[in-house]
């Protein structure tokens, strides 16, 4: 093989031998409430009733289909981006990520240190970028020890932290052979020797797999980069693929190929990415490999070629399930669009994705549930003027509703109505008020809004409370008023309505001042001292 273009430098500040890096998945945010008919699954959804998908007795293909069928081909697009989650500083995100996660849908991040403070970033070379974590050795170490015990031994160490710390997925490892010295990605390898590179990413993939099999106990390991292309044109091709064969064998779940192009072989002159005889025909029909093929990074955007769909297509053409460094959704959402690629071949690498997750628990139901029950439990019932709630009954009302989604809400089984003269009732969502600088205490555009609400049909307000907030007002004229401390639509719609039985039991955990000026007369340090508050702790 011959090296065609520049490698990407991808070091992360939380450095494994094998060039390590560590990437975040999360569950793709379904929502819980929608009415459908489809497949082998039939039913209508009034609530926080276990879907299908959620449901772990199901098979994991089942539950993949479930899902899959509920998806959006926007949020089917963002599974298949994988790109750089830049931290800022304190524990925050840099500028840009919410974009990605809320605006584009990606879930699959690759993690990355501060860009801030760049003399805090260990060269690239140097293996100490581990800072908290376990300090060993490059892979050129273990190469050097060759104890394939204390690889495997290693490798599960590694696994039990990244799990502690959230991480599902590695970049690693790197099983390239070290064949021509002037390759710059040497330090990432386990050196010249194609078998003993082959015993040691056994024991490495074993060590992440865990002593269970893959499963909830496992971190996915994407093994890199097939097929061993990269170190110089005259390499022996055979020897290269020794030791993607032994970690096929032993259970690597994903693969990521190279950017190189194959030179005087049978297969397609074009790089291993965009190649569909190797990763549809070598790496999948001759060695048996089924799992997800992730791209190196940058493959659409580092280098426009007669458009950036055309690379997009090609590399989707070829077998590849998810594209690394990139975020370009609209490409994806494009093809589909113009019937160049299929929804029915994205639902492929999608399905892959997604199975993944499931094996992994990622997003486990069980933990869902219980922040779901914890979300309900911590409402806050201030008011109940006449005992309006729990409400009935939503088939015979119509509801005025702000700052909650419609269409969202109407998959409850809501008739949502969009003038206060058509409604019965009022469901109101607020955030607690502020003093903002320069500026006043209330927002009189908004106070008019919620007078006009108050006056025209019964109201029940939900308050976010990330602070005691001085709210008189709402306590005086909300037919209910509730306390949420975070809390999704469903959580609330569940107290509202005593689905399930759910029952506001939370109390309040600070007093509900007054007024500003009763604030700004009590005094900061002392608790329990606010002058005649609205309502008192607990």
């Given at each position: 093989?011959?090296?065609?273009r520049?490698?990407?430098?991808k ?48 098979s ?48 699959h ?14 060269q ?15 892979s050129?170490?273990?190469a ?92 022996t ?75 997009a297509?090609k ?44 094996l992994l ?16 439990k ?24 702000e ?83 975070g ?52």
């Open positions: 093989m011959a090296n065609q520049r490698s990407l430098s070091r992360t500040a939380l450095a494994a031998f094998f060039f390590a890096s560590a990437t975040m998945i999360t569950a793709v945010n379904i929502p819980a409430s929608s009415s459908i008919h489809h497949g082998r699954f039939a039913f209508r959804s009034t609530g926080t009733v276990d879907l299908p998908y959620r449901d772990a007795s199901l994991v293909d089942e539950r993949v289909e479930d899902i899959l069928q509920r998806m959006t081909i926007e949020e089917k697009a963002g599974q298949l981006f994988q790109n750089i989650l830049t931290m800022g500083a304190n524990g925050t995100f840099a500028n840009g990520i919410e974009n990605s996660v809320v605006g584009k849908l990606m879930t991040f690759n993690l990355a240190g501060t860009v801030d403070n760049t003399r805090l970033h260990e690239r070379w140097n293996c100490f970028t581990a800072n908290s974590f376990s300090q060993r050795p490059e050129l170490g273990p050097a020890i060759r104890d394939a015990k204390l690889v495997h031994s290693f490798a599960d160490i590694v696994r039990q932290k990244y799990m502690a710390i959230g991480l599902r997925s590695s970049l690693h490892p790197q099983i390239n052979l070290a064949t021509e010295p002037r390759w710059v990605r040497i330090s990432g390898t386990v050196g010249v020797c194609a078998n003993l590179t082959a015993e040691l990413v056994v024991s490495y993939i074993k060590g992440f797999t865990g002593p269970d099999g893959f499963g909830p106990n496992s971190v996915t390991t994407v093994t890199k980069h097939f097929p061993g292309s990269g170190p110089g044109k005259n390499t091709y055979p020897i290269h693929l020794i030791p993607f064969k032994a970690a096929i064998a032993t259970g690597t779940r994903q693969m990521m190929p190279y950017n190189s192009r194959p030179i005087g072989t049978k297969y397609e002159e074009v790089a291993s990415e965009f190649n569909k005889d190797i990763i549809n025909g070598l790496l999948k029909e001759e060695l048996g490999f089924q799992g997800i093929v992730v791209s190196d990074w940058g493959l659409i955007t580092d280098a426009v070629i007669r458009g950036q769909d055309m690379p297509q590399i989707l053409n070829a077998g590849v399930d998810q594209l690394g460094g990139e975020q370009r959704i609209d490409l994806i959402l494009e093809l589909v669009q113009k019937d160049i690629v299929s929804e029915a071949r994205i639902d492929v690498s999608v399905g892959k994705l997604l199975h993944e997750k499931f628990l990622v997003g486990k139901a069980d933990f869902v549930r219980q922040g779901a029950e914890a979300q309900r911590a409402y806050t019932l201030l008011t109940n003027n006449d005992n309006v709630l729990p409400l009935k009954s939503a088939k015979h009302s119509k509801f005025y509703i700052s909650f989604n419609k269409t969202y809400m109407e998959s409850r089984n809501l008739r949502v109505v969009d003038t206060l003269a058509e409604a019965d009732m009022a469901l109101v969502r607020l955030q607690a008020p502020y003093v903002p600088r320069p500026g006043d205490f209330e927002n009189v555009t908004e106070q008019a809004l919620q007078v006009a609400i108050y006056q025209a049909v019964p109201k029940v307000v939900d308050m976010y409370l990330d602070r005691p907030a001085a709210i008189p007002e709402a306590a005086e004229q909300a037919k209910a008023l509730m306390a949420n401390y809390a999704s639509t469903d959580a609330f719609l569940d107290i509202v309505f005593a689905t399930n039985g759910s029952k506001p039991l939370g109390r309040l955990p600070f007093d509900l001042p007054r007024s500003m000026a009763a604030v700004e007369a009590s005094k900061e340090d002392v608790p329990f001292d606010t002058e005649n508050p609205v309502f008192r702790y607990g």
